[in-house]
């Protein structure tokens, strides 16, 4: 524990001193690609900004930190001295969460990827760049809300299938239809076999004509 809090003493000297070196160094223009961040919680953002470089400099003395500012604490985002990323300095909230695009340096661009965003990333922050030739300051801000929470979606209301009732009643009818038809046909068979072979009659119902012989 005490290791860990002479490491944080250390570290917030370090960055006194580096802002104070930043501060006697010559102005130079560093330009952030917004003023304001919008995320959502769990969500990723891309941080990019452009300053001011020469072709013929190399980026080895180039120096970058952006921090965090809160009411009690100063949380570093990332530092990056004399070229080489450094990060021992990363404040434990960032560490896993920012990866940092060296290839745009030479462009005269610095740009952070931070993802898996958490509510209390939101805040003021301050970023530094000292070419060795110039310096400059930029300060932005991110807010992140929280994840909405799932919202309970309405069950879809389907038909309900018909009741026993009625289908039962359906069926009923069939039955009787069925019936009507089926009494006079049985009627007139047993009339046919009763009668004698010789005569013959017939019998008229329901549309069907049934014929004794």
Known sequence: MEHRNLYRKCRSSVLVCFCLCLSVSSK???????T????????????????????????????ILCSLFLDREILVLFFLHDGVEVPESQDQQFLGRVQFDKDVLREGRIRLHLSRLRTNDSGLYLCEVNTGYSSSTEEWKLNVTAADQLKPQRPTVS??????????????????????????????LSRCFSKSSDKTEKFLFSGLTVQCV
Do not use: D, M
Not at 28 to 34: A, I, K, L, R, S
């Open 28 to 34: 130079g223009t560093f330009v952030v690609g917004q």
């Open 36 to 63: 304001s961040y919008q995320a959502e919680e769990n969500h990723n953002i891309t941080l990019e900004w452009t300053f001011t470089t020469k072709p013929e400099r190399s980026t080895s003395s180039l120096q």
């Open 159 to 188: 038909p309900e299938p018909e009741s026993w009732g009625r289908t039962g009643l359906y069926i009923g009818l069939g039955l009787t239809a069925a019936a009507v038809l089926l009494v006079p046909l049985c009627f007139a």
